[in-house]
Every structure is written in structure tokens, then in C-alpha cells.
């Protein structure tokens, strides 16, 4: 059985090496043959498959026809005998970490290596926009088409790492702009251009002048499946491995692709089409291992999304549902980027609707209904929130997730509530501010969402539901929340509401845990915890 790669972006290892290929060259076949355009743009989330299409493409202008037999390409008009030199950089390869000068540096050697090994002439002064362009004006002299392919990967790294720094950011920034005004000087040497990146936050003012690239992020439709798995390609092309996971999961196939959905899905690029797709790596983790978590999140920009939530009082509960024009998602000032654009353009928010609106002026407009899109980056969210909240390392809060988790599934609530949770409030800084219930609340349901809990019972009462419903094979776990009261107060609301009404046929025993949270103490009280006798 083939295997799928999640650590291999190299397109012609992938393919003689044997590894299973979600075939996207009928795609790629569109964007290459000159006829809709030849400079091309797009950004996705990070661990989305830029890599690998760029290794494609690459192959592809290189007339590796070998490497394409069997796939989608071959019953397309392609003319192999027209190659072409490819400039492919990655961005992410040159070391930014001691300044802008490292990166420079690191740049500055890659160009001179590939002028040397191309026989073109330069001088050791020359600046990186030189070098650029020597190497794009001499590898297009000497091609028998007098054109060149250039391939640029993450071509806002550089600058990523540097939004909380404003001054290094904008040096950077004019350093990359001269850059990429190399393209912009020589597009009659260009055959053949695709840029992509995590965000949109630079584009307009590290290309500027630039403005005939293609952008293939939001507004082309055709596109919206390019990068990522649709459901369709892993019941089929993944059908094998989907099988393995599914016994692994001891599941049923359907169910199996029911619980990659919730994990990893849902990511809509285009208001214009309604095709979701699924992150390709997690996927791939996923079904190589059998386990259901949170791949994702390994690499990013966290503390940065955190810094902004923060600063807008917003947490990752209730940023589901924020709406948004196609203006705001397009803005790319990297110095004022809302904190809407920064989560949607690094993939922690997605299209989950569109709909018509007035405008200010009267006009009917789209608008855009975002939301986190699974629980992959839900649970990432979650996590990295208490960390920086509590500013404890990574290994310290999964270690105590853990302990939280063992102690629901051995039924051993009272250490749970009385010692872990205890520990969990004693922990968040002096400048927490406990104003309402709802502020302490909030932190407790967020808390239990990470170790499983249902935030509602199978069905509701009369007056609504407990604050957090906890089911293992043990037993049946209802929880009620209280400020500034008792937990005494808590435990005979659960039962005058009836909120765990809806057990009383399990054959579970149901316990009813009540806790309140002291704003003197800034902590909880002893809980209270009774079993439920309907």
C-alpha cells in the first residue's frame, strides 16, 4: 500500500519513491499554459502544500515528462520540448534570526552560488537586487525560449517574524521591496510566475508597482481546491489509507471520514465557491498514525494572534461569527493589520457564510460570515490562550491537561475540580480581572472544552443547560458554575432546572458537581458534589 508523505515536498522524490500523489496537474495545467495569465499569487495557511506545488511546477517547466505519466496533465496539451531554467527560492532558507543583515548575507551567497554554477559574471559588491537580476537576464540569454520560471515560497517570512517590531520591519520591508522590484523590471524575461505566502499582509507594499500578478487567494473560484485535500480526493485516492485509519479508529469507513471532517476541515478560500478543503499535512499525520490531535499548530506566529486577541478583549470562544467585508480581509498593511485579517490569513478563522448586507451608501454587498474552522485549530487556540494566560511552558500545561483527562476518565472529579482546576486559578496572573461571572465562567468552560466536555446536555430542560456536561464509560459528569455565591447554590440549580434530566434513564451514575469561584480569594471554593438520585 502506498504512503502518504507529510514531511517530502520534493514532487519527483514523491513520485519515484513511490508515495501516494493527490493528483492536482489538471489545476496546474490551467495556471501554466499563458492563456489565463503568467504572473500568479497565492496565499494559504501555513502546511498547506505550497511546496509541493511549486516542486511540481518546477518539474513541470523542466519537461520531466517521466515524472507525470499516468496523472491528469498527460491528456492535456503540454508541449515537453519547450523548457525552461527555473529560479525556485524559498525565503524561509535565508537566516533572519540575528537581523536583517544575516538575511541579506544568506541571500546574498545563494544568488552568487547559482551565477557561478551558471557561468554568469558578477561582482562581489553587488547588492541582492543585482544579483536578481543578472541571474533572471542570464539564464533567460542563454535558454532556447529566452524566457525563465521563477518560483518564490514564503515570500513574506522575512517579515512575519518582525510585526511586534515596527522599526525592523520596515527596514526589511524596504529591503524586500527592492527585491521584488527585480520581477517588476523584467517581466518580458518571464515565462512563467508563482509567489506564494502565509498572508497578504505585504503584498501591495513589497510589490508595488507589481499590480498585474494574478492573485489566486480569494477572488478566483477555479482555484479555491488547489491547495489541500477535498473529501472526495481522500475517499478516493486515499481510499486504502482511509481504511487503515478507520480500523485503527475501529470505526466505520463513514465515520471514520466524519471524524477527519471535524478535525481538519472546513476551510472555504472563495466567497465564490463553495468547495471546503482539509489541511493536507494533519490529514496525512492523522491517517499515518491513527490519532485524532492537534498537528498544526507546531509552527506559526501564536504569541503575535494572542498579543492582538488580548488587546481587542477578544478570547477564542466567542470569535465565531465576526463578519467581514472582502476590504478587510484583503488588507496588507502589515504595521495596522486587524486582528480579523491577521486570524483569517494565518488560517485561525475561515468563510463559514456569505451574505447579502446594505451598505453605507445603500448598496447590496457581500458580506462575509467567518468562523475557527474545525476543531484542530479550535483546540490549538484553546491551548495556546491558557499558556500565554498563564505564561507556563508548553510541557508543563499538556502535562497538566493530562492529569485533567485521567481524572475525568477515573471518575475522580473531586481531585479534578478540588486540586487541578484550584491549581488552575492560582495560577493566572495578578492582572486577570474578575469582573462578573461571565469573566470567571468563561475560563472554566474553556478549560473543560479542552478535556472533552460538552458545553450541553443530550437535551435541553426547561431552562436551558448545565455549564459543562462531561460523559465517559465511568459515569456522567454535570457541572455548574457559580460567582460570588456558593457551590451549595450551584448543585440545587442543576437539580431545580433539570439540567441532567436527560440521564435519568442512563445507566451511568449521573453526578451533579457545584463550584463557585470567590472573587475575595480569587479562586474556587470547596466544591460541592452529589450524586443524582431522580
Given amino acids: 500500500m502506498k504512503q502518504l508523505a507529510t514531511d517530502n515536498y520534493d514532487f519527483s522524490r514523491l513520485i519515484t519513491d513511490g508515495y501516494v500523489y493527490i493528483d492536482k496537474t489538471d489545476m496546474l495545467w490551467r495556471l501554466a499554459n499563458g492563456k489565463n495569465g503568467t504572473l500568479f499569487f497565492i496565499s494559504r495557511p501555513r502546511r498547506f502544500g505550497k511546496s509541493l506545488m511549486l516542486s511540481t511546477l518546477k518539474y513541470l517547466f523542466e519537461g520531466r515528462k517521466e515524472l507525470f505519466k499516468g496523472l491528469k496533465i498527460e491528456k492535456k496539451k503540454w508541449d515537453w520540448s519547450k523548457t525552461y531554467p527555473v529560479i525556485d527560492l524559498n525565503m524561509s532558507d535565508y537566516d533572519q534570526s540575528p537581523g536583517r543583515e544575516a538575511f541579506v548575507e544568506a541571500l546574498k551567497d545563494d544568488l552568487a552560488n547559482r551565477l557561478e554554477k551558471a557561468s554568469i559574471a558578477y561582482k562581489d559588491s553587488d547588492r541582492p537586487p543585482v544579483l536578481f537580476r543578472k541571474l533572471i537576464q542570464g539564464l533567460a540569454a542563454s535558454s532556447p525560449q529566452k524566457q525563465v520560471v521563477i518560483l518564490v515560497d514564503e515570500y513574506d517570512h522575512p517579515l512575519g517574524g518582525l510585526l511586534d517590531d515596527r522599526r525592523a520591519l520596515r527596514a526589511m520591508r524596504r529591503e524586500m521591496h527592492g527585491f521584488y522590484s527585480t520581477l517588476k523590471n523584467n517581466v518580458g524575461k518571464i515565462r512563467f510566475l508563482m509567489m506564494t505566502g502565509v498572508s497578504k499582509f505585504t503584498k501591495l507594499s513589497v510589490f508595488s508597482g507589481l499590480n498585474n500578478l494574478n492573485d489566486l487567494t480569494i477572488e478566483d473560484p477555479e482555484y479555491a481546491a488547489l491547495l489541500g485535500y477535498t473529501v472526495k480526493e481522500i475517499e478516493t485516492s486515499l481510499a486504502p489509507l482511509l481504511k487503515v485509519f478507520a480500523r485503527k479508529q475501529r470505526v466505520s469507513g463513514e465515520r471514520a471520514i466524519a471524524l477527519l471532517k471535524a478535525w481538519y476541515d472546513a476551510y472555504r478560500f472563495s466567497p465564490y465557491s463553495g468547495k471546503r478543503v482539509l489541511n493536507p499535512v494533519a490529514v496525512g499525520k492523522a491517517l499515518r498514525s491513527g490519532i485524532l490531535m492537534n498537528y498544526w499548530s507546531k509552527t506559526g506566529m501564536p504569541t503575535l494572534i494572542l498579543e492582538r486577541l488580548q488587546a481587542c478583549d477578544k478570547r477564542p470562544e466567542n470569535i465565531d461569527g465576526v463578519t467581514a467585508t472582502f476590504e478587510d480581509l484583503d488588507v496588507c498593511d502589515a504595521e495596522d493589520l486587524p486582528w480579523v485579517s491577521l486570524l483569517y490569513q494565518s488560517g485561525y478563522l475561515t468563510i463559514k457564510d456569505v451574505v447579502w448586507v446594505d451598505d453605507k451608501d445603500g448598496r447590496r454587498v457581500k458580506e462575509l460570515v467567518l468562523g475557527v474552522p474545525n476543531l484542530e485549530v479550535r483546540t490549538s487556540l484553546n491551548s495556546l490562550w491558557w499558556k500565554q494566560l498563564m505564561k507556563i511552558e508548553e ?80 459515569g456522567v459528569y454535570v457541572f455548574e458554575f457559580k460567582f460570588n455565591r456558593t457551590a451549595k447554590a450551584a448543585v440545587r440549580q442543576i437539580r431545580e432546572k433539570g439540567y441532567a434530566d436527560a440521564y435519568k434513564a442512563d445507566k451511568r451514575p449521573v453526578t451533579l458537581i457545584g463550584i463557585n469561584f470567590s472573587a475575595r480569594k480569587r479562586n474556587i471554593d470547596e466544591p460541592v458534589i452529589e450524586p443524582f438520585l431522580p
Avoid at 473531586?414 to 470567571?440: F, H, I, Q
Fill in 395 to 474: 510541557r508543563d500545561f499538556v502535562a497538566l491537561v493530562d492529569v485533567a483527562k485521567r481524572q475525568i476518565a477515573e471518575g475522580d472529579v473531586r481531585m479534578l475540580v478540588g486540586k487541578t482546576l484550584y491549581s488552575l486559578y492560582a495560577a493566572l496572573p495578578p492582572t486577570w480581572r474578575v469582573k462578573c461571572e461571565a469573566d470567571a465562567k468563561r475560563h472554566f468552560q474553556l478549560f473543560m472544552k479542552m478535556l472533552g466536555a460538552n458545553m450541553q446536555a443530550k437535551e435541553a430542560s426547561a431552562f436551558g443547560y448545565a455549564d459543562a456536561i462531561v460523559e465517559t464509560t465511568k
